[in-house]
């Protein structure tokens, strides 16, 4: 088994690392937010007018895309999101702030629901969507927030992301999981540990397994603070050498 162990460790660093390689910058999580923002509502109102159903495509990217740029939830989260826990969020509402609660993903036993914290303009565009879905082809028997013509979940969320991202004139073409990496990524080196753990509890990320295979998986930057904290060691050392000597 200890062959195989290191095999693992050593696997699960070249991912790490590989994943590490597709960091997305802040600043373009910023500008697919803001973008995906001024889109949404010029979306909704094509479907209103009856737009063809690449607009419905659409408007799933682009939210999936703000959503995804803010909270770094997995495509799963928004796959299972059902009609019924986005209507429950305005039970719950207060002074125009919602949480959306989402049972159903892959970290669910760990972490409960994964959830989405909307204002009360974001949660505007569900109901706007929804009060269009009887419209729209499988709508009416939909269980799922982002349904298909068969009424089930969508299974193609992640190419209908990448469109929406090209379509904001944003580089590369991530997926769900390079946009949660990076999330993950510049969360843990701006934030507090306790923020930190904060926003890992909220995007269902388990930082303990994460900081355990990873540790050693350092940026430039990184490694040459690192690299410093040598230095100043031997310096240290060689200080308190000359006091004593």
């Known amino acids: 088994m200890r062959p195989v162990r290191r095999s693992v460790a050593v696997h699960e660093v070249a991912v790490k690392q590989a994943k590490e390689g597709r960091l997305i910058p802040k600043a373009t999580l910023r500008a697919c937010r803001e973008a995906a923002k001024k889109k949404i509502p010029e979306i909704l109102d094509l479907l209103e007018s009856g737009a063809e159903r690449k607009t419905q495509w659409s408007f799933y990217g682009h939210l999936t895309a703000y959503w995804a740029s803010i909270y770094g939830h997995r495509c799963g989260v928004f796959q299972n999101l059902t009609i019924q826990e986005v209507e429950d969020a305005h039970k719950t509402g207060s002074e125009g702030h919602f949480v959306i609660n989402i049972s159903a993903h892959k970290t669910n036993q760990a972490f409960g629901a994964a959830q989405l914290a909307l204002d009360k303009e974001e949660y505007g565009w ?11 082809l499988g709508g009416k028997d939909a269980t799922y927030f982002f349904f298909t013509s068969k009424a089930g979940s969508c ?91």
């Open 155 to 245: 299974k193609n969320l992640n190419q209908y992301f990448q469109e929406a991202w090209a379509s904001m004139g944003l580089q590369g073409t991530p997926t769900f999981t390079d946009v949660r990496t990076s999330i993950a990524t510049h969360a843990k080196n701006t934030h507090c540990p306790d923020d930190r753990r904060k926003v890992a509890q909220f995007m269902c990320h388990d930082t303990a397994t994460a900081d355990r295979f990873y540790a050693l998986n350092l940026n430039a930057k990184q490694a040459a603070e690192h690299r410093r904290l040598f230095e100043t060691a031997v310096a240290v050392e060689v200080f308190l050498l000359t006091i004593f000597a």
């Open 126 to 136: 569900l109901e706007k969507f929804l009060s269009l879905r009887s419209t729209l």
